[in-house]
């Protein structure tokens, strides 16, 4: 006695009930923390192995276009929505392109909009591509990013694209330069070999010129 109760008639039990639920408290607590900080070690450790799995994808990719497939590909699946990208006109002349991935989404983005924007546009948060020219694209996410954790993700995915696009770049420089040289040297190679061979028949036109004269 007394059974089935809340009602403590003993001032011990009462100070055993305080102490029991204080413990209860402290210990649920606790395990809440604990239990937070794994899910976020794990959350920490799967976007640890996207983030290399994506170095890895786009260290493979040779132009801008599967850049940038890549990348929208890999936040359509981290985030599981649609999400499009949009690549500025490049210095070779070729136009804006888009690419679209995950389930399809509409309305979609007005194209110059996510281009000159870096906040959300009706339900899309839009992330930049830039490299240090300047910004040469930019991919929208169709949801709203509203954790710290969640919009590094995605501006570190966006990043690795961007160094990504940059050594494309410069590759296509590179060999842009490359080619230069080579006409260089074949034009050189070329004036001196039309000026060696007019030089003998020259020389032999002016001696005969010279003893007419």
């Known amino acids: 006695e007394?059974?089935?109760?809340?009602?403590?008639?003993?001032?011990?039990?009462?100070a055993?009930?305080?102490?029991?639920?204080?413990?209860?408290?402290?210990?649920?607590?606790?395990?809440?923390?604990?239990?937070?900080?794994?899910?976020?070690?794990?959350?920490?450790?799967t976007r640890m192995v996207a983030l290399q799995a994506m170095t890895q994808r786009v260290a493979g990719a040779a132009t801008r276009d599967q850049i940038l497939q890549i990348l929208v590909d890999q936040l359509s699946d981290n985030f599981s929505c649609a999400v499009v990208a949009i690549a500025a006109e490049d210095s070779t002349g070729t136009g804006a392109k888009h690419f679209t991935s995950g389930r399809p989404a509409?309305?979609?983005?007005?194209?110059n909009e996510m281009l000159q924007s870096s906040t959300r546009l009706s339900g899309w948060t839009v992330l930049p591509i830039s490299i240090k020219p300047g910004r040469i694209g930019s991919v929208a996410i169709n949801r709203t990013i509203v954790t710290r954790d969640e919009r590094d993700y995605a501006d570190a995915l966006a990043n690795q694209a961007a160094v990504a696009l940059e050594r494309t770049?410069?590759?296509?420089?590179l060999e842009e330069a490359r080619l230069v040289s080579q006409r260089e040297q074949l034009r050189v190679a070329l004036l001196s070999s039309v000026s060696h061979d007019l030089r003998t028949p020259l020389s032999s036109v002016i001696g005969a010129a010279s003893s007419l004269l």
């Open 2 to 14: 007394p059974l089935y109760t809340f009602k403590v008639s003993e001032e011990g039990d009462l």
């Open 16 to 45: 055993t009930l305080v102490f029991f639920l204080l413990m209860a408290s402290i210990t649920a607590n606790l395990a809440f923390r604990m239990r937070d900080a794994m899910t976020k070690r794990e959350v920490v450790a």
């Open 106 to 111: 509409k309305p979609l983005p007005d194209w």
């Open 169 to 173: 770049m410069l590759v296509g420089d």
